[in-house]
Nanobody, 123 residues
Framework: QVQLVESGGGLVQAGGSLRLSCVASERTYRTNVMGWFRQAPGKEREFVAA????????LYADSVKGRFTISRDNAKNTVYLQMNSLQPEDTAVYYC????????????????WGQGTQVIVSS
């Protein structure tokens, strides 16, 4: 069973930065695509960004382009989400997820999920 463990959430003022980390228990075909999703209070979970272990391709939601950067450290089986210029609307629980196969922004296609880490951005 694939395990994903997030860390790095917290409270930050608007305009600040945070870096989230997600450690995967394995780097195999089952975790070919690693993604970040978020769920704000009262809203549905939404796609934020994704990256593959095998390449340098990345994918971002329009709402975070230019502010967030996803990256991975294969040696550490870790995926990062660097979040800059944070705004109150970025407040959410952020989830790491993994799936085999090709790119997807659809949360239902991701097979494995972490427990989530809370990000709160104050105005």
């Amino acid at each position: 069973q694939v395990q994903l463990v997030e860390s790095g959430g917290g409270l930050v003022q608007a305009g600040g930065s945070l870096r989230l980390s997600c450690v995967a228990s394995e780097r195999t075909y089952r975790t070919n695509v690693m993604g970040w999703f978020r769920q704000a209070p009262g809203k549905e979970r939404e796609f934020v960004a994704a990256v593959t272990w095998s390449g340098t391709s990345t994918l971002y939601a329009d709402s975070v382009k230019g502010r967030f950067t996803i990256s991975r450290d294969n040696a550490k089986n870790t995926v990062y989400l660097q979040m800059n210029s944070l705004q109150p609307e970025d407040t959410a629980v952020y989830y790491c997820a993994a799936r085999p196969g090709a790119w997807s922004t659809e949360l239902r296609t991701y097979s494995y999920w972490g427990q989530g880490t809370q990000v709160i951005v104050s105005s």
